[in-house]
């Protein structure tokens, strides 16, 4: 079992604070895959100072494979308990997703993370105990497919102190707000971690009382999305181009109207262009049998890089899933990008285009260069695994 983790964290900062107390870090290492949520003590500065230098030692340590015992006992010695309020500087909750199919979780003074499982909450048993003075929690499982983990800041659940909630929004309300979320659609991470905050928001009205964070894990397999733009440099290389493309397993793009035509020829089935405009300034998609999306080149290729940067940006809000949801070439090209793979692997023509010069367009190739760099850039801040061939 191969599984990997479509994570999503988002965060509001602490009314008037212009940094957020609470850190997230996600490490990859050869057999699994690492998340740690530390919430420092107090807000603004201090704060993610404190979370910052809790989630590198944790990180640097575990990736270098030392055991849970000795990050806590590191975190115990670095950051002692405040004498004054005697709370801890830092709080943490780490997850371990390994790619053989299970999960290690352990947190310290945070909220407990909640698990979804076929879109219902599932309660799972853990064991506390004490490691250099401080009381853990620590849960083991096996792991399937579209297993949900939302670890949170007491942010989350303090959201609404006061006002709508006299003691917060809790964690049992929180669970029930995302098992609701699975009722509307199938989710992403990004899609339950947007509609998590937005709610915190709101039950701050728009004025956090405190820094909070959401972090969204769902578990999935290995999902392979393959791009194919630009012809060739040398046109007896289409064959070998076109072979590579459809010989890798997964979803096949082609995006650029002489690309179309080369996937066409090779394929030998036709391009059934479509008339409808969606969206005036992207042109429309076409359809070749064997292909799951045929789009035009640059006009879509710089929306898409646009979607994913605002995506990587943190400008996952209503506004933004809407124009994801859209049904242009731009917007469709995107959703695969961000919520239907983990591996992009970019098959590249380097040739000048014969259509833009045909046209007497002042068209650089670099244009188009450009774009795919950007696109291998945003993807890989995504986490995701992006190869790329040039022809």
């Given at each position: 079992?191969?599984?990997?983790?479509?994570?999503?964290?988002?965060?509001?900062?602490?009314?008037?604070?212009?940094l957020c107390g609470d850190t997230v870090e996600v490490i990859k290492t050869a057999d699994a895959e690492i998340v740690i949520l530390s919430d420092g003590m107090g807000s603004g500065v201090k704060a993610n100072i404190l979370s910052t230098l809790t989630t590198k030692i944790l990180g640097t340590?575990?990736?270098?494979?030392?055991?849970?015992?000795?990050?806590?006992?590191?975190?115990?010695?670095?950051?002692?308990?405040?004498?004054?309020?005697?709370?801890?500087?830092?709080?943490?909750?780490?997850?371990?997703?390994?790619?053989?199919?299970?999960?290690?979780?352990?947190?310290?003074?945070?909220?407990?993370?909640?698990?979804?499982?076929?879109?219902?909450?599932?309660?799972?048993?853990?064991?506390?105990?004490?490691?250099?003075?401080?009381?853990?929690?620590?849960?083991?499982?096996?792991?399937?497919?579209?297993?949900?983990?939302?670890?949170?800041?007491?942010?989350?659940?303090?959201?609404?102190?006061?006002?709508?909630?006299?003691?917060?929004?809790?964690?049992?309300?929180?669970?029930?707000?995302?098992?609701?979320?699975?009722?509307?659609?199938?989710?992403?991470?990004?899609?339950?971690?947007?509609?998590?905050?937005?709610?915190?928001?709101?039950?701050?009205?728009?004025?956090?009382?405190?820094?909070?964070?959401?972090?969204?894990?769902?578990?999935?397999?290995?999902?392979?999305?393959?791009?194919?733009?630009?012809?060739?440099?040398?046109?007896?290389?289409?064959?070998?181009?076109?072979?590579?493309?459809?010989?890798?397993?997964?979803?096949?793009?082609?995006?650029?109207?002489?690309?179309?035509?080369?996937a066409s020829r090779i394929l030998k089935k036709k391009i059934v262009a479509s008339l409808i405009y969606t969206d005036p300034d992207i042109p429309p998609t076409a359809e070749i049998e064997g292909l799951d999306l045929v789009t035009e080149g640059v006009l879509t290729l710089n929306r898409t890089?646009?979607?994913?940067?605002?995506?990587?940006?943190?400008?996952?809000?209503?506004?933004?899933?809407?124009?994801?949801?859209?049904?242009?070439?731009?917007?469709?090209?995107?959703?695969?990008?961000?919520?239907?793979?983990?591996?992009?692997?970019?098959?590249?023509?380097?040739?000048?285009?014969?259509?833009?010069?045909?046209?007497?367009?002042?068209?650089?190739?670099?244009?188009?260069?450009?774009?795919?760099?950007?696109?291998?850039?945003?993807?890989?801040?995504?986490?995701?695994?992006?190869?790329?061939?040039?022809?």
């Open positions: 079992m191969n599984v990997s983790l479509d994570i999503c964290n988002k965060s509001l900062n602490k009314k008037e604070e212009e340590m575990l990736k270098n494979g030392e055991t849970i015992e000795d990050c806590v006992e590191t975190i115990a010695m670095t950051l002692p308990i405040c004498k004054v309020r005697q709370v801890a500087y830092s709080t943490f909750a780490i997850l371990q997703l390994f790619r053989d199919g299970h999960a290690y979780l352990v947190e310290y003074d945070t909220p407990a993370c909640i698990v979804i499982r076929d879109g219902k909450k599932l309660e799972l048993p853990y064991t506390e105990r004490e490691v250099a003075g401080k009381a853990i929690r620590e849960y083991r499982l096996d792991i399937q497919e579209d297993d949900y983990f939302i670890m949170m800041s007491d942010g989350v659940t303090h959201a609404g102190v006061g006002g709508m909630y006299g003691f917060g929004w809790g964690r049992t309300r929180v669970g029930e707000f995302i098992q609701d979320q699975f009722k509307k659609e199938k989710m992403t991470a990004a899609r339950l971690a947007a509609a998590v905050i937005n709610e915190c928001s709101y039950l701050y009205h728009q004025r956090p009382g405190d820094d909070t964070t959401v972090v969204v894990a769902g578990v999935t397999v290995r999902k392979d999305l393959n791009i194919f733009t630009g012809p060739p440099t040398r046109s007896e290389d289409d064959e070998v181009l076109m072979r590579d493309f459809m010989g890798s397993p997964g979803l096949h793009v082609v995006s650029g109207g002489t690309s179309a035509t080369i890089v646009n979607l994913l940067q605002a995506y990587n940006k943190g400008q996952q809000d209503e506004k933004f899933f809407k124009i994801l949801d859209e049904s242009n070439g731009a917007s469709q090209l995107a959703r695969l990008i961000i919520e239907n793979s983990t591996h992009i692997h970019l098959f590249v023509g380097e040739a000048m285009n014969p259509a833009h010069q045909a046209a007497g367009l002042p068209f650089d190739l670099s244009i188009r260069m450009r774009l795919v760099d950007r696109m291998i850039e945003e993807g890989r801040k995504m986490g995701k695994i992006v190869s790329v061939k040039y022809y």
